[in-house]
């Protein structure tokens, strides 16, 4: 009985062109990978296609270096990476179609006059409110809300600290949700 060949002599073999190497890596780490990959996507289609395609780059790309750890690792984290990706791209897919679901009902119905009265109204009472928030808060919420800028975007374009950014989001919403609710009253 022969000892099983190492992943370091496998690798060797693989990029030298032994295809068999890439079918005896796969034997032992595929199931590893497809698994990492249904866990993170709760999709059997989408892990299959997702572990031949972190199967394929790690024969096609050659970066994986044996200083830096196990094949095991190596193929986890890159599956990892992939599927965060694919999530990435898949929420802002759902994104998407979710505003272009409200924006189609929204359109689908024609307002009458109440309903612009309402909005009207509830734009009043907002606009009233921000315009009572400190300058410093209003001007985030705003390049927030109206940019559509994350907090990152905002420090950099600001050029203040992060945790400044943060600080004032979460003020302002607190002090813009006691207005509102103080106008309702």
């Not at 409200?102 to 309402?118: K, L």
């Not at 940019?147 to 004032?168: D, F």
Request: aromatic letters at 8%.
């Amino acid at each position: 009985m022969s000892s099983p060949v190492s992943d370091r002599d496998l690798v060797t073999r693989l990029w030298a062109g032994d295809t068999a190497a890439l079918a005896a890596l796969y034997d032992r780490y595929s199931s590893m990978v497809y698994t990492l990959a249904l866990k993170m996507l709760s999709n059997p289609a989408e892990a299959e296609d997702l572990t031949q395609e972190v199967f394929v780059n790690f024969w096609q790309r050659r970066q994986y270096d044996a200083e830096r750890g196990t094949v095991g690792s190596y193929l986890a984290t890159n599956t990892r990476s992939r599927a965060l990706d694919r999530l990435r791209i898949n929420s802002g897919r759902a994104v998407i179609l979710q505003r272009f679901q409200r924006i189609s009902e929204a359109s689908a119905r024609s307002p009458n006059p109440v309903d612009y009265a309402t909005q009207h109204e509830q734009n009043q009472h907002l606009r009233a409110a921000l315009d009572q928030l400190p300058p410093t808060e209003r001007e985030v919420l705003e390049i927030a809300y109206f940019q559509g800028l994350t907090q990152v975007e905002i420090a950099a374009q600001l050029g203040i600290p992060l945790g400044t950014v943060k600080s004032r989001c979460r003020q302002g919403l607190l002090r813009l949700r006691d207005l509102l609710q103080h106008q309702k009253d």
